[in-house]
């Protein structure tokens, strides 16, 4: 399913029967789930879950062993679909050798985007990175790296984002404004993380996977209920883990 708002392409994001294996070891194993056009969600898991394989496949980084995943209608290798991705991923490389403004310039040319400058401008704002433009990469912080990796997967306001870990090493200050920026657009986003706190700021939906699997999937108001008389929504994740596990 594909609609239009705004001018931009807001696609579903379906994952059917998926299974992958590095070797013996089974990363996925059937996994299936669906996101509607426009919803905020979460990939809850431990670390081991499958959940970095999940977003990889549905960017086309990999290709299932089995099963399929689509953006809309669109395979994620498709120059279709790799036009309106955008992409964090846990480790991510921008290019040592330019500075912070030359790598969000490049890419934002790359994406086609019109004022590439303002933009660019925008986004070293909002993250707090003007005294740091002139820097080249290899010389930036891990914090500071992370900002920059931010911004380079949303610079074309992409109509689907994938983010692994979105808020490791970013100060706290920095964290509310990229929560509030990823809420504010009009976008289909699936988050991938550990932390119960970040799926709560940043999406509306939960997908919790063990063992490359789906265990539970909801809005966030259902997995509360899930829990005791005033147990914390944490407690209530970390118990639903342990005995799956």
Known sequence: ???????????????SNVTKKYGNVVALKN????????????????????KSTTLKILVGLLTPDLGEAKIGNMEPTSEEARRIIGYLP????????????ENLEYIGALRGIEDVALKTDKLIDMLKLREYEKAKVGRLSRGNLQK???????I??????????????????????VISYLNGLN????????????AGRLADKVIMISHGAVMWSGTLMDLKKLGHEDEPIESVVARMLVNVG
């Open 1 to 15: 399913m594909i609609t239009v708002t705004n001018n931009q392409v807001a696609p579903s994001i379906e994952v």
């Open 31 to 50: 996994l299936s789930f669906r996101l509607e056009p426009g919803e905020r969600c979460a990939l809850l898991g431990p670390n081991g879950a499958g």
């Open 90 to 101: 846990e480790d991510a490389s921008p290019y040592r050798t330019l500075s912070v403004r």
């Open 148 to 154: 920059l990796a931010l911004a380079l997967s949303i």
């Open 156 to 177: 074309h306001d992409p109509p689907v984002i994938f983010l692994d870990e979105p808020l490791n090493y970013l100060d706290i200050p920095t964290q509310e404004n």
């Open 187 to 198: 976008s289909t986003q699936l988050v991938s993380t550990h932390i119960m706190g970040v």
